[in-house]
Structure formats: C-alpha cells, structure tokens
C-alpha cells in the first residue's frame, strides 16, 4: 500500500513558477512509475507528466514542467514554470507499481488528495 501527500499548490500570476511535491510512503517507491495528473471544474482527469527511467509530458506543458523524483526522499516533484490560466487545475499525484509508464489515469493503482493551483491572468 503507499499513500500520496501532495502539496505547494497555491494562486500565481500567469507567467509565474509553482513546484509541487508528493511524498510517499512505502519502501519500494523507486520501483514505482509516478505521475501527475490535473482536473479543472467540468473537465476530465488529464495526463500532465510521469517519470519511471525517462520522463514523459503532455503537449500542453512540454518546455514549461519538469517533473523529478528523489528516491531517497521518496519524493517527486513537479516544477512548473510559465504558468498559464488554463494551467488551473486540481493536480493530483499518482503512482503504479507496474514500470511501464501510461497516461491513463484509471491505470494507476494509488492517488493523493489533491493540491489546488490557480493561475490568474
């Protein structure tokens, strides 16, 4: 079992940098595949970046996120740089303990709660 802790979510200028972090529990976190993911009001889950070996992202926000992980902290982190309006969201941390990295979110085993980000323009 491994729980999620999300947070540094928090209201920016567009044009602004939010990092978020998840820290999990568990002893195996360096054999998880972690990703996150963001839902904006009326809108579905959607894929914004995942790291196993190699890091994966969206097209939306390539060249703008990075995500990272420390294993010895058990921690990942989602760096987020250039925000836009559209980047308003609830973003959610995700784990699966298979090592193919997908983007769909029905696929991952584990979630955290939830860190808002809101980017006004």
């Known amino acids: 079992q491994v729980q999620l802790v999300e947070s540094g979510g928090g209201l920016v200028q567009a044009g602004g940098s939010l990092r978020l972090s998840c820290a999990a529990s568990g002893r195996t976190f360096s054999t998880y595949t972690m990703a996150w993911f963001r839902q904006a009001p009326g809108k579905e889950r959607e894929f914004v970046a995942a790291?196993?070996?190699?890091?994966y992202y969206s097209d939306s926000v390539k060249g703008r996120f990075t995500i990272s992980r420390d294993n010895a902290k058990n921690t990942v982190y989602l760096q987020m740089n250039s925000l836009k309006p559209e980047d308003t969201a609830v973003y959610y941390c995700?784990?699966?303990?298979?090592?193919?990295?997908?983007?769909?979110?029905?696929?991952?085993?584990?979630w955290g709660q939830g860190t808002q980000v809101t980017v006004s323009s």
């Open positions: 790291i196993r070996w190699s890091t």
């Open positions: 995700a784990a699966r303990s298979d090592m193919v990295v997908v983007t769909t979110y029905s696929l991952y085993n584990y």
